[in-house]
């Protein structure tokens, strides 16, 4: 007995005590010091597993049933083994998705669904009720005793009397004030945590007290203890087991069971073992030092419980031994110590249960309805105070259930109900953890039965024991139904209840659990769920992306909203958080990044509102602004879908495929032969280990030769081999397939090892062909002595590997080839342009260039002879030049005596000697002090059939091929060509010479002045004739002044315009065309000139003309007409003269005669007369017209109708054309124009020239009229059917006085010629003797035009 | 890595083992009114077998610790 206010100052200090060190450690978290990041306080911490009914009720138990108690601990040590395993895969599962909660747990793994959580809440809620309701009522009895000696009887105090009430309230306080401060993401309380191991620590160190105590000194000591037990009869059998159902093997193996279960599965145990975590690694320490506090604090209750009973405690308080037998045995602050250890025991257990609760029922109850309701903007403020609230409303329910169900139950059976409670989730969790089938409709079938038939077997007798439900139910089963008895169920009996009930219940969990789940399918959210919480340990890899986010919101948008539902430094922690992780800034995010960030979120939020309501949450947030998940394209589905080998195979695909990569890695690196080579068998021997490879490739006479190799002697690299077609080689080269052998076929296949090295030989070999398509290469060899036979797929690999390599030495070939070929082109394309070099620089060049090109080190160019008998060198190689130290070097070699370099020439086609050492017949050696020849090549010039000359080259490092062949040839002949096209060039430049020197005598040696001007009118040919006749120097004229200026004003302009026109000479010709030039002193000269147009490709670039002065001949024209004038003049006085003479002779005569007769007969008189009168007519009409002929006026023209005037005058002539029977043939054109003349004129004209043409008819005819039009001149014609005109008197016929006929005065075509010309006009006569005459008159259709 | 699923596999056999010492054929043989120096065989064989158990425990925990 002890004062109550002891006790209660006490207690109250103890927990003032616990509040501290709570409020100590939250505090040290917050500075982040954490003080409870340390294995040993994990391990501790655990020790929560001992509550209230391990101080009290394994005294209890130990005291009725014997050892069987130790089961509730031995199952722990047990499950230890698996929770480096175990519980570390829940462990990690759980932080990676911010899981704080059993139920989150489920909805998380089973579709994030809100059902499963929400019913394993309750299912936790209903089994820990009871459990919270034991440890008040412990604190409160174990108070009453230590008080008043007696533990209080139930249900006779009103609550506000019963401590158990206030101690209720209490410690909803200190859970609440350690629990729910604010909402936690990770739920971890650091100072409920310190709290706890304090409280482990105290319980420890009560329980040893009093077992000391108990042990040494209310007895001798152990053995003592339990001898006496065993001698005792009633007891004894506490030390046996399996004595009764009560400790039988399948209850023990029950509780065992039960206790591995809920070490992991009850609410404070799954918070303090997995949400308090801070480190995997802390479970290490744990697996070891939480089964050692076990056996530590379990060490002294048998010695306790027995003691008690030897004591003679009645059993039924041994539940109370713990307080009892120190009171009774007079120690009383022990008993004080004991009370505190217990209620240390109590609290720990209820504050954490009861924010561990708390939490579940928030997030998988509270927050999934609210968001059912569309109550979740609403709710989530409050979302501390619903904490708060539950925390207090659990306690309270703890109390008021246990009062009012289970007032009379021993501790450790309510204990043992709530064990099998938490046990339904067991089936559940390890589904979660281990089978991927493992579906929401299992666990929620599991769960639910399980749940049921627990309620139904287990709970449900407790009510009928406490009054609420009638006996009969557990007699005869409900409705009388007696299979379906709560404690027989199904007709099971001889189990003790717990046993029945965990049977029963554990059946139906699992049974349904498995059932359902195989008979169901999960949805694409579980199975991934499924993936990741069964695998998360090999979760290290990248997954696949098979699904993206569409309009995916920026990280401030999702920061705030966020900090809607957690608060702003939480989220802005977090974003951080997140920020860190990623390392990569948002403006570079990909898709995977945006799923991350999601994920992350959702996760966040899952720690404070739950997994099942996060997602919901997260969804909506999502969709609401229009993003959505959509299938990514996965672009290899169908390669992946069709690859069908193992794992293992894969992975040494794999393995190959890298190997092979490297490989080619290798051979893209460098175009050079030797580097591929090395490159591969870098590869061989680094990467697979072989120690002895080679490559061997073909030449063009079918040689082997090793042209790299590892692991080979260096002397390997001079061998030659033809292979045999049955070796190896052979083979693997004819049938393009590896071929392999082992040391075992040796024997058989000695013959088959031509070609191969010893080296090789000795152990496992391998030969992959290296080759492209169609073409052999070579063969790739590895052989190893360690590495066993080479199998099948070896030879695959080393068939690509070869195959990769032939094609890289193709493809370096090829560009060898390319490289060597654009060598050559540069080199000519440089000859080409030395089109002002001398010789000697382009053969030195092509000599240069041909060494070069050859890869060779000496070289020389000769010209040959006209006949091809001697060789004249031209040029040598500077090295040639430098090394030669032969003096005198002769210029020319006949050939007879030339040696193999002649052959080229002899031959007449190029010689390769590849090895000059070598006895050839038409050798003839090199004089001493040459340079030392190994091999050379020599190739004649060809121009058409003709050698004109010999290149060599010599000492190049590999053999000559028809590669070096055809660049020198190639190369000389281009030389060759420059130098002829130079030859050629001068012969044409020296002709051109000449041709311009002839040219220049030409022009300057002609008679005819010759000037040139281009189109601007420069002169720009003016020779020493046109000088002459001008009065310029030609050095005044020439490029100086202009055409127009050398001809007389306007001539110039006359000869264009007439050069143009085609009817003086033909286009851009002007024949035989008087004009006037001006000579130097300003005086003009006629003269004569022919011109052409110069013309280049079509255009007009100037004009040449032949001028000849016309002084001479004019002077001479004009003295020849002054004379012909004269002449005619004579002529006509002699004419005119005579024409008079005649008529007056007549007429004197006459006229005499009448004189002298004039009485004679008057008739003859008359008749004398009449002569007489008519001679004077004649003369008057002849003087008429020698008048007219003189005083020839200037026709008056007007515009007149020709036609009409032609008309006319046939008229005046129709007596004269009757007369002669003359036809007259009109052919006037109707069309013809309006033309200018003198009518009077014209007339005359006509008549003249009708008349002549009657005249002609004089036996009738034809006479034909006809007008028209020609070019641009209008004409008439008349045309008769007479005599004709002979040649020779139409040259005189316009001669004045010429007459053909005896009575013409010989004037008439004079006068009419006159006429016509007097109208810019001409007569032309066309006659033919016995035919007729056609007289033409063209007159001008315009009017006058220039002067 | 080799070494450590040896490990595994034999603490997996320990834990398998500690069980079936605790378990009829063997708890029944203990199970009798014999005692040594004073406590009872069944007392004493559960709790050696208890200490065997920690202790091997407490050797993987050990040794995985050192890795």
């Known amino acids: 007995m002890l004062d109550t206010g002891l006790v209660a100052a006490a207690a109250f200090g103890y927990l003032f005590l616990l509040f501290a060190i709570a409020y100590y450690g939250d505090r040290q978290r917050g500075r982040g010091r954490s003080i409870i990041a340390n294995p040993y306080i994990y391990a501790l911490s655990l020790a929560a597993y001992c509550t209230a009914w391990t101080f009290f009720g394994s005294v209890g138990k130990a005291a009725t049933s014997g050892v069987t108690f130790l089961t509730i601990y031995l199952g722990p040590t047990i499950i230890a083994f698996s929770w480096w395993f175990g519980l570390r895969k829940l462990l990690r599962i759980c932080k990676e998705n911010h899981l704080t909660t059993m139920s989150d747990f489920l909805a998380l793994r089973y579709g994030k669904g809100a059902f499963l959580g929400a019913l394993a809440t309750v299912v936790v809620l209903l089994a820990i009720t009871p459990y919270i309701g034991l440890q008040l009522k412990s604190i409160s009895s174990t108070f009453n005793i230590l008080v008043y000696q007696e533990a209080a009887p139930p249900l006779a105090i009103p609550i506000y009397q019963d401590t158990a009430f206030y101690v209720a309230l209490l410690l909803a306080m200190f859970g609440i004030l350690f629990g729910a401060r604010h909402l936690d993401p990770t739920e971890r309380h650091e100072g409920l945590v310190a709290v706890v191991v304090f409280e482990s620590i105290v319980e420890l160190l009560a329980f040893v007290s009093l077992g000391l105590l108990v042990t040494f000194g209310l007895f001798p000591g152990w053995g003592e203890i339990f001898r006496r037990i065993q001698e005792s009869p009633e007891f004894h059998q506490l030390l046996l087991v399996n004595t009764g159902p009560h400790n039988s093997y399948s209850f023990l193996l029950v509780l065992t069971f039960l206790a591995m279960g809920a070490i992991h599965f009850l609410p404070r145990m799954f918070h303090m073992a997995v949400v308090e975590n801070t480190d995997e690694r802390h479970i290490l320490t744990a697996i070891w030092l939480f089964p050692l506090y076990l056996l530590l604090i379990n060490l002294f209750v048998m010695p306790i419980a027995f003691g008690g009973l030897l004591l003679g405690l009645p059993p039924d308080q041994a539940d109370t031994f713990v307080l009892r037998l120190p009171l009774q045995t007079g120690h009383p602050y022990l008993a004080l110590l004991v009370f505190l250890g217990g209620l240390s025991a109590s609290t720990a257990m209820v504050s954490v249960a009861s924010i561990a609760v708390s939490t579940m029922l928030v997030n998988s109850l509270v927050m999934p309805l609210a968001i059912r309701l569309r109550l979740q903007e609403r709710i989530t403020p409050h979302l501390l105070t619903i904490k708060r609230s539950a925390i207090l409303l659990l306690i309270l329910l703890g109390y008021f259930g246990y009062h009012l169900l289970f007032p009379t139950v021993m501790l450790v059976d309510i204990g043992l109900i709530a064990f099998c409670g938490v046990m339904q989730l067991v089936p559940a969790m390890l589904g979660a953890l281990y089978w991927r089938e493992a579906n929401r409709w299992g666990a929620i079938a599991g769960l639910g039965s399980g749940f049921l038939l627990w309620g139904y077997t287990l709970v449900l007798p407790y009510f009928v024991e406490a009054g609420w439900f009638s006996p009969t139910l557990l007699t005869a089963g409900p409705f009388g139904l007696a299979f379906l008895k709560p404690t027989a169920f199904l007709g099971l009996t001889g189990l003790d209840k717990l046993s029945h009930t965990f049977f029963w219940s554990m059946f139906f969990n699992a049974g349904a659990f498995v059932s359902v789940s195989l008979a169901t399918t999960p949805s694409p959210v579980e199975e991934e769920q499924a993936r990741r919480f069964v695998g998360v340990f090999e979760q290290e890899r990248e997954l696949p992306l098979e699904k993206r986010y569409t309009s995916f919101p920026s990280l401030d948008h999702l920061t705030l909203f966020l900090e809607s539902l957690i608060g702003h430094r939480k989220a802005a922690a977090a974003m951080r958080a997140f920020l860190q992780e990623v390392a990569i800034p948002e403006s570079e995010w990909g898709d995977r990044e945006k799923i991350r960030l999601a994920g992350f979120v959702e996760r966040t939020l899952a720690g404070s509102i739950g997994p099942a309501a996060a997602r919901v949450i997260i969804e909506g947030f999502l969709s609401s602004l229009g993003s959505r998940m959509e299938d990514v394209f996965d672009l290899f589905s169908r390669i992946s879908s069709s690859l069908e080998e193992s794992e293992q195979q894969l992975r040494r695909r794999v393995a190959e495929l890298s190997v092979l990569f490297e490989a080619a890695r290798r051979l893209a690196y460098s175009p050079y032969i030797p580097d591929l080579l090395e490159g591969v068998l870098g590869v061989l021997e680094e990467q697979l280990g072989i120690e002895t490879c080679a490559v061997r490739l073909l030449d063009e006479k079918g040689f082997l030769h090793i042209k790299g190799s590892r692991g080979l002697p260096p002397e390997a690299r001079e061998q030659v081999v033809k292979p045999d077609p049955e070796s190896l080689l052979g083979q693997c080269l004819a049938t393009f397939t590896p071929q392999v052998s082992s040391p075992g076929d040796l024997p058989e296949t000695a013959p088959r090892l031509q070609g191969l090295r010893q080296e090789e030989i000795l152990g496992s070999l391998v030969l992959a062909p290296i080759a492209t398509e169609t073409v052999t290469l070579g063969v790739l060899t590895a052989a190893s002595s360690q590495k066993g036979f080479f199998t099948r797929e070896h030879m695959e690999f080393f068939q690509s590997l070869a195959g990769q390599l032939g094609l890289a030495v193709r493809t370096a070939n090829m560009e060898e080839a390319l490289r060597l070929d654009e060598s050559r082109l540069e080199a000519v394309w440089q000859i080409s342009r030395m089109t002002k070099g001398t010789i000697k620089e382009i053969t030195d060049f092509a000599m240069e260039e041909g060494v070069r090109l050859?890869?060779?080190?000496?070289?020389?160019?000769?010209?040959?002879?006209?006949?091809?008998?001697?060789?004249?060198?031209?040029?040598?190689?500077?090295?040639?030049?430098?090394?030669?130290?032969?003096?005198?070097?002769?210029?020319?070699?006949?050939?007879?005596?030339?040696?193999?370099?002649?052959?080229?020439?002899?031959?007449?086609?190029?010689?390769?000697?590849?090895?000059?050492?070598?006895?050839?017949?038409?050798?003839?050696?090199?004089?001493?002090?040459?340079?030392?020849?190994?091999?050379?090549?020599?190739?004649?010039?060809?121009?058409?059939?003709?050698?004109?000359?010999?290149?060599?080259?010599?000492?190049?490092?590999?053999?000559?091929?028809?590669?070096?062949?055809?660049?020198?040839?190639?190369?000389?002949?281009?030389?060759?060509?420059?130098?002829?096209?130079?030859?050629?060039?001068?012969?044409?430049?020296?002709?051109?010479?000449?041709?311009?020197?002839?040219?220049?005598?030409?022009?300057?040696?002609?008679?005819?002045?010759?000037?040139?001007?281009?189109?601007?009118?420069?002169?720009?040919?003016?020779?020493?004739?046109?000088?002459?006749?001008?009065?310029?120097?030609?050095?005044?004229?020439?490029?100086?002044?202009?055409?127009?200026?050398?001809?007389?004003?306007?001539?110039?302009?006359?000869?264009?315009?007439?050069?143009?026109?085609?009817?003086?000479?033909?286009?851009?010709?002007?024949?035989?065309?008087?004009?006037?030039?001006?000579?130097?002193?300003?005086?003009?000269?006629?003269?004569?000139?022919?011109?052409?147009?110069?013309?280049?490709?079509?255009?007009?670039?100037?004009?040449?003309?032949?001028?000849?002065?016309?002084?001479?001949?004019?002077?001479?024209?004009?003295?020849?007409?002054?004379?012909?004038?004269?002449?005619?003049?004579?002529?006509?006085?002699?004419?005119?003269?005579?024409?008079?003479?005649?008529?007056?002779?007549?007429?004197?005569?006459?006229?005499?005669?009448?004189?002298?007769?004039?009485?004679?007969?008057?008739?003859?008189?008359?008749?004398?007369?009449?002569?007489?009168?008519?001679?004077?007519?004649?003369?008057?009409?002849?003087?008429?017209?020698?008048?007219?002929?003189?005083?020839?006026?200037?026709?008056?023209?007007?515009?007149?109708?020709?036609?009409?005037?032609?008309?006319?005058?046939?008229?005046?002539?129709?007596?004269?054309?009757?007369?002669?029977?003359?036809?007259?043939?009109?052919?006037?054109?109707?069309?013809?124009?309006?033309?200018?003349?003198?009518?009077?004129?014209?007339?005359?004209?006509?008549?003249?020239?009708?008349?002549?043409?009657?005249?002609?008819?004089?036996?009738?005819?034809?006479?034909?009229?006809?007008?028209?039009?020609?070019?641009?001149?209008?004409?008439?014609?008349?045309?008769?059917?007479?005599?004709?005109?002979?040649?020779?008197?139409?040259?005189?016929?316009?001669?004045?006085?010429?007459?053909?006929?005896?009575?013409?005065?010989?004037?008439g075509l004079a006068i009419s010629q006159k006429i016509v010309q007097a109208h810019h006009g001409e007569i032309i006569i066309d006659s033919e003797p016995g035919k007729g005459t056609q007289v033409t008159v063209y007159l001008r259709e315009e009017s006058a035009g220039s002067a | 890595m080799p070494a450590g699923t040896n490990k595994r596999k034999l603490l997996a056999l320990l834990g398998i083992l500690i069980f079936l010492l605790l378990n009829p054929p063997l708890m029944q043989t203990f199970n009798r009114e014999a005692s040594l120096g004073g406590i009872p065989a069944l007392v004493l064989y559960i709790h050696l077998v208890w200490i065997l158990a920690i202790a091997g425990l407490y050797a993987f925990s050990r040794s995985s610790s050192r890795e």
């Open chain 1, 854 to 1307: 050859t890869k060779s080190k000496i070289g020389y160019l000769a010209f040959m002879n006209e006949d091809e008998t001697a060789l004249t060198m031209q040029a040598w190689s500077r090295t040639a030049m430098e090394e030669c130290i032969v003096a005198d070097k002769p210029l020319i070699y006949p050939l007879e005596t030339t040696g193999l370099w002649g052959e080229a020439v002899r031959q007449r086609r190029p010689i390769i000697t590849n090895d000059y050492g070598a006895a050839n017949p038409f050798k003839k050696g090199y004089p001493p002090g040459h340079v030392e020849v190994r091999r050379h090549l020599n190739i004649p010039v060809l121009d058409g059939d003709h050698i004109v000359a010999v290149a060599g080259v010599g000492n190049k490092d590999d053999e000559y091929d028809e590669s070096d062949v055809r660049q020198l040839t190639l190369l000389m002949n281009a030389m060759w060509w420059q130098i002829k096209r130079q030859r050629e060039e001068e012969a044409l430049a020296a002709e051109v010479e000449r041709g311009i020197y002839f040219q220049k005598l030409l022009i300057h040696t002609c008679m005819d002045g010759i000037v040139g001007n281009d189109m601007d009118g420069i002169i720009r040919t003016f020779n020493d004739t046109a000088a002459k006749i001008m009065g310029y120097e030609p050095g005044e004229v020439l490029g100086r002044m202009n055409i127009r200026d050398l001809y007389a004003p306007g001539r110039f302009q006359e000869i264009e315009a007439k050069i143009h026109n085609p009817f003086y000479g033909g286009e851009g010709v002007l024949e035989n065309y008087e004009s006037l030039i001006r000579h130097q002193d300003g005086s003009f000269i006629p003269v004569w000139l022919s011109a052409r147009l110069l013309k280049e490709n079509d255009r007009e670039i100037g004009m040449i003309a032949h001028i000849k002065d016309l002084r001479d001949r004019k002077r001479m024209e004009e003295e020849l007409l002054r004379s012909e004038r004269l002449a005619i003049l004579g002529k006509m006085a002699a004419h005119i003269s005579h024409e008079i003479k005649n008529p007056l002779m007549l007429i004197g005569g006459f006229a005499r005669q009448v004189l002298k007769d004039f009485t004679q007969d008057p008739q003859k008189n008359l008749e004398k007369l009449q002569i007489i009168v008519d001679e004077v007519k004649r003369l008057e009409d002849f003087l008429v017209e020698v008048g007219s002929y003189a005083k020839f006026a200037e026709p008056q023209k007007k515009p007149g109708n020709l036609n009409a005037l032609i008309q006319e005058t046939c008229q005046r002539l129709e007596p004269s054309l009757r007369e002669s029977k003359i036809d007259l043939v009109l052919a006037l054109d109707p069309g013809l124009p309006e033309t200018q003349f003198d009518p009077g004129h014209l007339r005359q004209v006509v008549l003249n020239i009708a008349k002549n043409a009657i005249e002609a008819m004089d036996t009738g005819g034809t006479l034909t009229i006809a007008t028209g039009r020609r070019e641009d001149r209008v004409f008439l014609t008349v045309g008769d059917t007479g005599v004709g005109i002979p040649a020779e008197v139409r040259e005189k016929i316009f001669q004045p006085f010429f007459s053909s006929k005896p009575k013409g005065s010989g004037l």
